[in-house]
Each structure stands twice: as structure tokens, then as C-alpha cells.
């Protein structure tokens, strides 16, 4: 029971926070005015991409605190959530794409850290994370393109 809590309070948390910091910081009228490159995704990927990532990120969380809640693999994972809910203040709430760059290339080496320490404590908290790694490599080329157009 105690670790389905964990993983509850997980999820529930990233989510939570994660839909706080989208909510606000709203696109806008300012984001649409911006050029966007040409394999900018519709709208609506956003919310269930996100989603289904917030549930992984917070499964990786929950099973990398239940084994090694003091190690470095946990320190990276809150540095990583904490660049994740910085990067919309800092690109929508700023309009900035180049704040956003620099949130999101930290953000992404965040990510692959997380990855290369925790895949010797839980192979399946590494793997967890590989979606997301694939996502903000995709979202920070795509931030880069903005900027660039921009």
C-alpha cells in the first residue's frame, strides 16, 4: 500500500505542478504572433504529451525515491522537475525564446543525467525517462527554431 501511495503522491504531484505552470503561463496572443518552423506540432499534442509524460516522470520519481531517496539519481530527478516547471515562465510567462533555450538545454542535460545515474539503481526509472529525453530533444529544437525565426 505504502508504495502505491508513493507513487500517487508522485504522479499527482508532477502533474499537478506541471498543469500550475502551463495554466500560468498561458501562449497567448504573443506566442501565436511568433514565426513558427514548419514541423511546429498542432495544439493539441501538447496537453496528452505532456500528460502521458508527467505520469512517466512521476513513476520514474516515485521508484527511484523508494530505492535511493539520498542519491544522486534523486537529487538530478528534482533538479530536472524544477528546470520542467521553470521553462514556461521563463519562454511564455518572459517571451523569451532565448531564456527558454537556455532553461531547456539545462533541462535536457538534466534528463539525460538522470538517465546515466539512475539506470544502475532502476533500469526501469532510466527507461521511463527515455520518452521524455526524446520529447525535450524534439521541444528544444523546436525552441531553438523560434528563436531563429524570431
Known amino acids: 500500500m505504502r508504495k502505491i501511495l508513493i507513487h500517487l503522491v508522485f504522479i499527482a504531484a508532477v502533474a499537478g505542478f506541471g498543469i500550475l505552470s502551463g495554466f500560468l503561463n498561458l501562449p497567448g496572443?504573443?506566442?501565436?504572433?511568433l514565426q513558427k518552423p514548419f514541423f511546429n506540432p498542432p495544439a493539441w499534442v501538447f496537453a496528452p504529451a505532456w500528460t502521458?509524460?508527467?505520469?512517466?516522470?512521476?513513476?520514474?520519481?516515485?521508484?527511484?525515491?523508494?530505492?535511493a531517496p539520498a542519491s544522486a539519481a534523486m537529487q538530478i530527478w528534482f533538479a530536472q522537475m524544477a528546470l520542467n516547471l521553470l521553462w514556461s515562465p521563463?519562454?511564455?510567462?518572459?517571451?523569451s525564446p532565448v531564456a527558454g533555450l537556455f532553461?531547456?538545454?539545462?533541462?535536457?542535460?538534466?534528463?539525460l543525467s538522470f538517465i546515466?545515474?539512475?539506470?544502475?539503481?532502476?533500469?526501469t526509472a532510466a527507461w521511463l525517462?527515455?520518452?521524455?529525453?526524446?520529447?525535450?530533444?524534439?521541444?528544444?529544437?523546436?525552441?531553438?527554431a523560434i528563436l531563429l525565426l524570431n
Not at 532553461?103 to 534528463?111: D, F, H, R, S, T
Request: hydrophobic share 60%; proline share 2%; charged share 10%.
Open 116 to 123: 546515466a545515474t539512475v539506470r544502475h539503481i532502476d533500469r
Open 29 to 33: 496572443e504573443w506566442y501565436q504572433s
Open 52 to 67: 502521458t509524460l508527467y505520469v512517466l516522470i512521476g513513476i520514474a520519481g516515485a521508484r527511484t525515491w523508494l530505492r
Open 103 to 111: 532553461v531547456i538545454v539545462a533541462m535536457l542535460l538534466a534528463i
Open 90 to 95: 521563463a519562454f511564455f510567462g518572459y517571451h
Open 129 to 144: 525517462f527515455v520518452p521524455y529525453a526524446l520529447w525535450v530533444s524534439f521541444a528544444t529544437t523546436l525552441n531553438l
